[in-house]
């Protein structure tokens, strides 16, 4: 057995949160490691884990049993997100998405009906949700969003596009992020079917082939007044969920970067070259300790962040500094790692060139690596740079 | 229905084995701790008929308190109750009396076990607590229903199978494919945290056993080349070195 927590993280777990990673990782290894070289390879979403996440119940961990959810801590929702992306990253995503950014909206921002409604069926994964923030001309500044709504007294007629996004092709339900008249940002409730409603896929991704990503497009689309979020107002509402999509995002990222590690370390004993297991030279075993040594890091960064968050005092460049170092890690990792598979490292044989190019999108959505350094450069010196 | 399902706390199937306090001890350091994997099937079974037939499925331990994260998880997978008896479980005779007297206070219809445990594997319990209670026990069953008051089941034996059926209440060891495994999922594994875990002291018993020491199955040598011609030479070492003739 390969030793990733070697700081011991797993004394600082409770009972409960042990058995919750336990039985997420006994999953992954069932229902998600096995079929997902195949789906990366086809470029196809595995459709059907959506209903065994449901049964699992990692939709909605956090929230409270009565709309679905399993009523788990913070801690518990990384260890789920990590032990998934030990799986692949596109499989995170989806869980993120569903988690943090469709269901924990509907339950802050919602209304009574909306809550009762929609979440527990997306807790069992009966409905998949999508999350709209992103358009093709305003990513890294979601502000500038073009994307709007006028009240037509019965209605609202929303107009405008989204790209980029998870699971927009075959989800039921997008969580929509658009202009009032009064040009504040609001959230809207968009099911599938309703008139002028379309989810291009975008195809042809070399990164997350295991999730399906689209756009959003909206041509006169008659919104039901219900299906207004009533309690957001504002761009803080979007940011608010991207803060704990992110949060987990920092866990799942060590996830990958561990499968990477141990596929690295098993590998180095195993391939001989020179008479002698690879591992036993020394630059094989300088890659190896510092992607362990990195490794440790993150999940303290992680667990103390966590910690933070279940006390409700994480702050967005915390969280930030967390999904922007344990991504930047996991990537470097996973390229290390590929070196010490030698051109066995390409092949999907082995899971690490798969984690290496999912990363690429990680690293990219939910802020860019950069965007989440000027987050932090902001917060050190009180002077926003990104304008 | 009433159902008992018994679980052992053992080393995970890949923990390094060594020994501690001269060799009458194992060594938990760094050791995780499952649920048996026959007790695993044992449970999921229970867990099943529940579903089918409604009752209930107490799960027990003979045991020390480390083992209630197990316990924990047992109830998280679906059993509704927990009985831990507080003792380190040194020999089978001083379990199966434990888990007879617990039985003899609560009538349950049906008794599920591993058919071994993992760690000791004697394969003794579930006989054991069928002859202190009085009624049937099998082993190894790998096909159970029940039907009314029936059991109907089937049980591995030497190149076939043995299909059977008894009344209740009995005693099975169970093994796969009586059911599939099952994890937990997270609302299991909240609302365990509320579901009864009743911890009892142990009856006396006298001790039929006492482990002296352990240890460790000999590392595999190298492998000795004999050629064909030298037929006497490999029967000699068999004789003398491996000591198998
Ligand atoms: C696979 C995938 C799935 C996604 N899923 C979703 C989803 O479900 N929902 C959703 O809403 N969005 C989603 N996104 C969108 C994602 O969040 C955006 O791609 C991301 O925010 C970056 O926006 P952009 O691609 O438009 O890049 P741009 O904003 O155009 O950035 C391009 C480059 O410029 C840099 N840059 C931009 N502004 C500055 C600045 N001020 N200073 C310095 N550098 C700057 C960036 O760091 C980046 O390197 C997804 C993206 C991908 C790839
Ligand atoms: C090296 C070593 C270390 C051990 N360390 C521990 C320890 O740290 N903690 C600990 O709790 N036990 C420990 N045990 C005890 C062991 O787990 C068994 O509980 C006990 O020894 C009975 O073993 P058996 O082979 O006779 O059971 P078997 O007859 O093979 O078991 C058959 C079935 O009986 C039931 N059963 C057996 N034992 C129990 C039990 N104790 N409680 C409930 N049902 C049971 C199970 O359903 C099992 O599948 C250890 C054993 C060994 C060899």
């Given at each position: 057995m390969i030793n990733s927590d070697f700081y011991r993280i797993d004394e600082l777990l409770t009972d409960e949160q042990r058995l919750i990673q336990q039985t997420v990782r006994e999953f992954t290894d069932r229902e998600v490691k096995p079929i997902m070289e195949d789906y990366a390879q086809r470029a196809e979403?595995?459709?059907?884990?959506v209903r065994k996440f449901g049964e699992v119940g990692?939709?909605?961990?956090?929230?409270?049993?009565?709309?679905?959810?399993?009523?788990?801590?913070y801690i518990s929702y990384g260890l789920i997100c990590q032990e998934i992306e030990r799986g692949d990253s596109g499989m995170r995503s989806t869980v993120s998405v569903q988690s943090s950014l469709v269901m924990w909206p509907i339950y802050q921002f919602g209304s009574d009906e909306q809550k009762q409604k929609y979440l527990p069926r997306l807790a069992t994964g009966e409905l998949l949700g999508s999350f709209g923030l992103t358009e093709p001309d305003f990513g890294?500044?979601?502000?500038?969003?073009?994307t709007h709504f006028t009240d037509e007294g019965d209605y609202y007629l929303l107009n405008g596009s989204k790209m980029w996004i998870s699971n927009s092709p075959i989800a039921d339900l997008a969580v929509v992020w658009a202009r009032n008249e009064q040009g504040r940002v609001q959230g809207l409730l968009v099911e599938r079917g309703m008139e002028g409603f379309t989810t291009p896929e975008i195809h042809?991704?070399?990164?997350?082939?295991t999730s399906a990503t689209g756009e959003l497009v909206f041509d006169q689309v008659k919104v039901p007044?219900?299906?207004?979020?009533?309690h957001a107002m504002g761009l803080t509402a979007p940011l608010q969920c991207l803060d704990n999509a992110r949060y987990g995002i920092s866990w799942g990222a060590i996830g990958a970067a561990i499968d990477c590690y141990e596929t690295a370390v098993r590998y180095a004993g195993e391939r001989i070259q020179f008479d002698k297991p690879?591992?036993?030279f020394q630059l094989t075993q300088k890659k190896l300790a510092e992607m362990l040594t990195e490794i440790t890091k993150a999940q303290l960064l992680s667990w103390r962040l966590g910690v933070l968050k279940n006390e409700g005092r994480a702050t967005t460049a915390q969280i930030s500094m967390a999904k922007r170092n344990n991504v930047d890690m996991a990537l470097n990792i996973a390229r290390e790692a590929r070196q010490v598979l030698?051109?066995?490292?390409?092949?999907?044989?082995?899971p690490i060139m798969r984690h290496m190019m999912n990363l690429e999108s990680v690293i990219t959505y939910e802020g860019t690596h950069d965007i989440h350094l000027l987050i932090l450069g902001a917060d050190i010196t009180g002077i926003p740079a990104f304008k | 229905m009433k159902i008992l399902v018994c679980i052992t706390n053992v080393p995970d199937t890949t923990a390094k084995i060594t020994f501690a306090e001269s060799d009458t001890k194992?060594?938990?350091?760094g050791i995780q701790f499952i649920i048996g994997p026959y007790d695993d099937y044992a449970l999921a079974r229970a867990v099943e008929l529940k579903e089918q037939n409604g009752g209930t499925v107490t799960v027990l331990n003979v045991g020390e308190a480390e083992g209630e994260p197990q316990i924990r998880k047992a109830l998280a997978i679906g059993a509704d109750d927990a009985i831990r008896?507080?003792?380190?479980?040194?020999?089978s005779y001083f379990v199966a009396s434990q888990i007879a007297h617990i039985a003899q206070q609560n009538n349950y219809d049906l008794i599920l076990m591993g058919?071994?445990?993992?760690?000791?594997?004697?394969?003794v319990v579930h006989g054991l607590v069928g002859e202190m209670l009085g009624i049937p026990s099998f082993s190894p069953v790998m096909k159970l229903d029940i039907e009314g008051s029936t059991a109907k089941f089937a049980r591995e034996i030497d190149g076939g199978k043995e299909y059977m059926e008894a009344p209740l209440p009995l005693v099975f060891g169970c093994q796969e494919p009586i059911a599939d495994w099952k994890i937990p999922n997270m609302r299991g594994i909240m609302t365990a945290r509320t579901k009864p875990l009743q911890v009892v002291e142990p009856v006396a018993v006298d001790d039929?056993?006492?482990?002296e020491k352990y240890t460790q199955p000999a590392a595999k040598g190298e492998c000795k080349m004999i050629p064909v011609e030298d037929v006497e030479k490999l029967v000699t070492l068999l004789r003398t070195e491996a000591k198998v003739l």
């Open positions: 979403f595995p459709r059907h884990l990692v939709f909605g961990s956090t929230l409270p049993a009565e709309y679905g959810g399993g009523g788990s801590d890294s500044n979601p502000a500038g969003m073009k042809n991704k070399w990164s997350l082939r007044k219900d299906n207004l979020l009533p690879i591992g036993a030698g051109g066995m490292g390409i092949t999907g044989e082995y | 194992l060594n938990k350091t008896v507080n003792a380190e479980p040194t020999d058919r071994e445990s993992i760690d000791f594997n004697s394969g039929m056993a006492i482990n």
